[in-house]
């Protein structure tokens, strides 16, 4: 229910401090006191769009603060939770507007969107009235209605759920089949390019090791020439070699007769000796190296080649050709399985279809009987709100073309104001004050089910008196019983039967020579002086007392 509601500079409003009780309250006033204002204020705390023009003159800002304290378990709590906002007992919601158009919203003190802001207002307030009627009029509302008025809910969610696990299936059945089909249009290409991948069977990293081969083989080409020269004047019969050594032989035969002279040169012919038989050595070993057959270079140069021009073919990297040739050869094997489990996908779909619709045929006809129930229940309440010839029409279209995870079933709320005119639905047919009372007796139908806690109900009784006023006031205190009522009325008949009477009022400030709203809650003795004055205008008489008082002990009874 609504606490409390803080209003601070919002146009004719300094601030006002309002607390409200459980039960029927109502907000009285003459005509031009102000109470369009305190609608509005409790609108913007709502997530009703900002206006600057609503900041009192003078005021940078203004701000108005809602306190609703819901039942435990409330729908509500899981939004805010939803949401990661705080809950606690209590929810806050506080817009303040800035004078020059800007706005900002907050829920228990967080900053939140106006969006968030209506979607929590929608849960817990819906108003009512000729002009302003944020719940029932809406069309899309109307099937969630019926539903909560026939306890159909847990139907609601079986077919829901069905809905869901066909259309999961269904998505899976068009994947397949898309892939199936392009299977299917590629299958020449795809045989004959799974033999020749497969015939060439490409392996991770070969291009790379293929390529280094090659490189290797064409350098120890390059230098094997050179190579085997250099061994053949180091090893042929023009070798330096056999020179160098008969001259050391030749020499070292005449050491003993002049050491001095050719020891020094002796060691240096040694040296050089051991330098070429190394040098013969290294190039033995390197010339062997070179040996390689040449049908290996061949080899490694016509299967890099072979592997680069599938990588252009197909256009892949060459590295990702081992990759391509799975993709392919998966792909060819699901065109010569698909039709299997094509079929067995089109069967699920088939058996999830059947049973979706047989869930939602057995929702329709719970529909229907819950329609009937609640047209019935409305139109028992039409003839004492001066409807008497007004007929309430619970429209239902059943059909495939209605699908949806609600059903096959499209609901809303018609009316007949008199025999002979044309029915419509109820926001288009009926006049002012007739979509008021009709809103209303719906509201009395639906009781509390599918409604927010708390109901505020805009002059509903304008344009109307005696017997319809009454029976308008008994039907808010009905619904009172199950949801907080807030009445903003003209109806004396409805003000006798409230728990709480609010009087809305101006005055003028002499010390600042404007104009001021309040309002304030009145005890009882000031409650019978206003209801006289609903009864007989500006001059209270005694009549108008005893009538007042008259109507309120009867209203008690």
């Not at 944020?134 to 609601?156: I, W």
């Not at 892949?316 to 993709?327: C, M, T």
């Not at 999830?352 to 609640?374: D, P």
Request: hydrophobic share 40%.
């Amino acid at each position: 229910m609504l606490a409390e509601l803080l209003i601070k500079d919002i146009v004719l409003i300094d601030r006002l401090d309002l607390e409200f009780r459980s039960g029927l309250s109502v907000l009285t006033g003459e005509t031009g006191a102000g109470k369009s204002i305190l609608l509005d204020s409790l609108s913007m705390a709502l997530g009703a769009r900002g206006d600057g023009s609503l900041v009192r003159k003078g005021q940078s800002e203004g701000s108005v603060v809602a306190v609703f304290e819901p039942e435990a378990g409330h729908h509500v709590y899981k939004l805010l939770a939803e949401n990661d906002l705080p809950a606690d007992e209590s929810v806050i919601l506080r817009r303040v507007q800035k004078a020059d158009g800007k706005t900002r919203g907050f829920i228990n003190d967080s900053p939140v969107s106006a969006g968030l802001m209506r979607q929590v207002g929608q849960c817990l307030v819906e108003i009512h009235g000729q002009h302003d009627d944020r719940a029932m009029l809406d069309s899309a509302t109307h099937l969630g209605l019926l539903d909560a008025h026939g306890g159909l809910e847990a139907d609601v969610v079986l077919v829901g759920n069905a809905w869901r696990s066909l259309k999961q299936a269904e998505r899976k059945l068009n994947v397949l089949r898309a892939e199936v089909e392009e299977a299917q249009r590629e299958a020449d290409y795809l045989r004959s390019s799974c033999e020749e991948l497969q015939k060439l069977a490409p392996e991770p990293g070969e291009e790379t090791e293929l390529a280094d081969t090659r490189q290797r083989m064409m350098k120890v080409e390059q230098v094997a020439t050179d190579l085997s020269e250099a061994n053949d004047l180091l090893s042929g019969n023009a070798s330096p070699v056999t020179t160098i050594s008969n001259l050391a032989r030749q020499l070292e035969r005449k050491r003993d007769a002049a050491p001095e002279l050719i020891s020094e040169t002796l060691d240096y012919l040694d040296t050089a000796l051991n330098a070429l038989y190394g040098a013969q050595n290294s190039l033995d070993s390197a010339f062997a190296q070179t040996h390689f057959d040449p049908r290996d270079l061949e080899n490694a140069e016509e299967r890099l080649f072979a592997l680069r021009a599938a990588g252009r073919k197909y256009n892949v990297a060459v590295e990702n050709l081992p990759e391509l040739a799975v993709k392919m050869a998966d792909n060819l094997a699901m065109l010569e399985d698909g039709e299997d489990r094509l079929s067995g996908l089109e069967k699920e779909v088939a058996t999830l279809n059947a049973e979706y619709k047989r869930l939602a045929a057995t929702l329709s006809e719970k529909r229907k009987e819950a329609g009937s129930v609640l047209a019935d229940a409305v139109m028992q309440e039409l003839p004492s709100l001066k409807l008497e010839n007004a007929t309430f029409i619970v429209q239902h279209e059943t059909g495939e073309d209605h699908a949806s995870a609600s059903g096959l079933d499209q609901i809303e709320f018609w009316v007949q104001t008199n025999p002979g005119s044309n029915p419509g639905p109820m926001r288009k047919v009926a006049s002012g004050g007739e979509l008021s009372r009709f809103m209303l007796a719906l509201k009395v139908a639906l009781a509390d089910r599918g409604s927010a806690p708390t109901l505020v109900f805009d002059e509903i009784d304008s344009g109307v008196g005696g017997a319809v006023a009454d029976a308008i006031g008994a039907r808010l205190s009905r619904l009172s019983g199950r949801v907080q009522v807030l009445s903003v009325t003209h109806a004396p008949q409805v003000a006798a039967r409230a728990q709480g009477h609010y009087l809305i009022s101006k005055k003028m400030l002499g010390d600042e020579d404007r104009v001021a709203t309040g309002v304030e809650p009145i005890s009882a003795a000031r409650r019978l002086e206003e209801i006289a004055r609903m009864l007989s205008g500006a001059t209270i008489t005694d009549e108008a007392r005893a009538a007042a008082e008259k109507l309120i002990h009867e209203s008690a009874a």
